[in-house]
Nanobody, 116 residues
Framework: QVQLVESGGGLVQPGGSLRLSCAASGFTLDYYAIVWFRQAPGKEREGVSCISSSEGNTYYVDSVKGRFTISRDNTKNTVYLQMNSLKPEDAGVYYC?????????WGQGTQVTVYS
């Protein structure tokens, strides 16, 4: 059974940092691309960052380049999103996603709040 569980969200001031985790089970994470999405209130869900399978190539939306880093620990079957220099516009619910055997799987999300 494929499952993704996000954690690590919280309250942070602008300029602060958080590290999100996406723990995967039911499949070998190394073989699949994992994508982090976020959704702010009243806005559509947007892709933030992706790490490819095997070689682990990384991709970022322009708004987070230089501030966010995606990584993968295959021994823990977990993907991380290190978020630095957080801005109010980074706030929202963050989800990880995998497209596995022609189906999208999502975690329950983790809330990130950036406040002054």
């Amino acid at each position: 059974q494929v499952q993704l569980v996000e954690s690590g969200g919280g309250l942070v001031q602008p300029g602060g940092s958080l590290r999100l985790s996406c723990a995967a089970s039911g499949f070998t994470l190394d073989y699949y691309a994992i994508v982090w999405f976020r959704q702010a209130p009243g806005k559509e869900r947007e892709g933030v960052s992706c790490i490819s399978s095997s070689e682990g190539n990384t991709y970022y939306v322009d708004s987070v380049k230089g501030r966010f880093t995606i990584s993968r620990d295959n021994t823990k079957n977990t993907v991380y999103l290190q978020m630095n220099s957080l801005k109010p516009e980074d706030a929202g619910v963050y989800y990880c996603n995998v497209y596995y055997w022609n189906k999208d799987y999502w975690g329950q999300g983790t809330q990130v709040t950036v406040y002054s």
